[in-house]
């Protein structure tokens, strides 16, 4: 098959891109590497490479006219500075846009687009979330052009599939608490956990998933991916220093969650169970985890990223 992915030098295109090369697809990436990096992909005979943004009609036009893409996997967004709008709706909004149209104009099977839970607002008004929750998606620059993407896309008509996902990690990822603890921990600053829980899929559980989706699983609209259970920051936290093999002098401190952090998000995967069937969560946390560390010692990391804003970004 030819799958154009979009975001494809981030952290879930990376790996959906190794994936679909290892088993023979032809593969071509478009990515602007804002968040992405350059070694996340390694030079194949079944990978092309354009470097350049979604929200460029006319790079897009012709990229799709010379591959000639039968999937689209959409995962190129923006959301490394919450105060930057304009960028939000120039990737997520109009590139998604783009991205579309082109899709139909050529002829695209299926679309499989990821969406994130904050569609379902900061504090979501029942857990586990079911696909039947109602979108709330004003808190953030990022989830409000986010949903805004998934809306376009429905709009079109065209076959698709909008996962939205629970906190995705593991290898190559660099947004998020883990990469934050790895760095903090390795340089010796300080860490804090919050007293809340999140619901954390490990990136092939993830990929297996997707997998299906390419191969023609699930019906039109959204679909959750996660673990269906949710662990506790700390958690996350004890098991980064395990990996890392290091004891504290003392527990990390666990502060209180402010007005914008939800107690917990978890999203209930059970029609994804069904419908992509045989597909279910094989990873523990603390395996998932240390092979996320395995990664960051062997690359390093040179940069996080988040959606959130920090209020203490200087220490
Ligand atoms: N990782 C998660 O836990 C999570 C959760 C929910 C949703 N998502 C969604 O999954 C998708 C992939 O996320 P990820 O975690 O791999 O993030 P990522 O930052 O690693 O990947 C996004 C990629 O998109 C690229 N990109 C950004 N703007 C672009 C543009 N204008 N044109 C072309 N490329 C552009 C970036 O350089 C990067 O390589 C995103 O759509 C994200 O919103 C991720």
Same mark, same amino acid.
Request: glycine fraction near 8%; proline fraction near 5%; charge should be negative.
């Given at each position: 098959?030819?799958?154009?992915i979009?975001? $494809?030098?981030?952290?879930?295109?990376?790996?959906?891109?190794?994936? +679909?090369?290892?088993?023979?697809?032809?593969?071509?990436?478009?990515?602007?590497?804002?968040?992405?990096?350059?070694?996340?992909?390694?030079?194949?005979?079944? +990978?092309?490479?354009?470097?350049?943004?979604?929200?460029?009609?006319?790079?897009v036009?012709?990229?799709?006219?010379?591959? $000639?893409?039968?999937?689209?996997?959409?995962?190129?967004?923006?959301?490394?500075?919450?105060?930057?709008?304009?960028?939000?709706?120039?990737?997520?909004?109009?590139?998604?846009?783009?991205?579309?149209?082109?899709?139909?104009?050529?002829g695209?099977?299926?679309?499989?687009?990821?969406?994130?839970?904050?569609?379902?607002?900061?504090?979501?008004?029942?857990?586990?979330? *079911?696909?039947?929750?109602?979108?709330?998606? $004003?808190?953030?620059?990022?989830?409000?052009?986010?949903?805004?993407?998934?809306?376009?896309? #429905? +709009?079109?008509?065209?076959?698709?599939i909008?996962?939205?996902?629970?906190?995705?990690?593991?290898?190559?990822?660099?947004?998020?608490?883990?990469p934050?603890?790895?760095?903090?921990? *390795?340089?010796?600053?300080?860490?804090?956990?919050?007293?809340?829980?999140?619901?954390?899929?490990?990136?092939?559980?993830l990929?297996?998933?997707?997998m299906?989706?390419?191969?023609?699983?699930?019906?039109?609209?959204?679909?959750?991916?996660?673990?269906?259970?949710?662990?506790?920051?700390?958690?996350?936290?004890?098991a980064?220093?395990?990996?890392?093999?290091? *004891?504290?002098?003392?527990?990390?401190?666990?502060?209180?969650?402010?007005?914008?952090?939800?107690?917990?998000?978890l999203?209930?995967?059970?029609k994804t169970?069904?419908?992509?069937?045989?597909?279910?969560?094989?990873?523990?946390? #603390?395996?998932?985890?240390?092979?996320?560390?395995?990664y960051?010692?062997?690359? $390093?990391?040179?940069?996080?990223?988040?959606?959130?804003?920090?209020?203490?970004?200087?220490?």
């Amino acid at each position: 098959m030819k799958i154009l992915i979009t975001g $494809g030098a981030g952290f879930i295109g990376s790996h959906l891109a190794d994936r +679909l090369i290892a088993r023979g697809d032809a593969v071509l990436v478009i990515d602007n590497y804002s968040t992405g990096r350059r070694d996340n992909l390694r030079p194949h005979r079944l +990978l092309t490479v354009v470097e350049g943004t979604i929200a460029d009609a006319n790079l897009v036009e012709s990229t799709f006219a010379g591959f $000639g893409p039968e999937m689209v996997i959409h995962a190129a967004a923006s959301y490394k500075d919450p105060d930057d709008w304009e960028e939000d709706v120039r990737t997520n909004c109009l590139g998604t846009a783009v991205i579309v149209q082109a899709s139909a104009r050529h002829g695209v099977r299926r679309i499989i687009y990821f969406q994130t839970a904050l569609c379902y607002g900061l504090h979501p008004v029942e857990q586990p979330i *079911t696909l039947n929750h109602p979108i709330i998606s $004003g808190g953030s620059s990022y989830a409000i052009s986010k949903t805004t993407a998934e809306q376009y896309i #429905e +709009l079109s008509g065209l076959e698709y599939i909008a996962f939205r996902l629970a906190n995705a990690y593991g290898p190559r990822n660099i947004s998020g608490p883990l990469p934050t603890f790895f760095q903090r921990l *390795t340089t010796g600053k300080p860490c804090f956990v919050m007293d809340t829980r999140r619901d954390f899929i490990y990136i092939s559980d993830l990929v297996d998933c997707v997998m299906h989706a390419i191969d023609g699983k699930g019906t039109r609209g959204p679909y959750h991916i996660s673990s269906g259970s949710d662990y506790a920051i700390k958690e996350l936290f004890d098991a980064t220093i395990k990996a890392l093999g290091i *004891t504290l002098e003392k527990e990390v401190e666990v502060r209180q969650r402010g007005p914008e952090d939800a107690f917990t998000i978890l999203l209930d995967p059970s029609k994804t169970l069904s419908d992509f069937a045989p597909w279910k969560v094989s990873t523990p946390l #603390e395996d998932g985890v240390r092979k996320a560390i395995e990664y960051y010692k062997e690359y $390093g990391i040179s940069e996080t990223f988040t959606h959130l804003r920090i209020p203490d970004k200087k220490d």
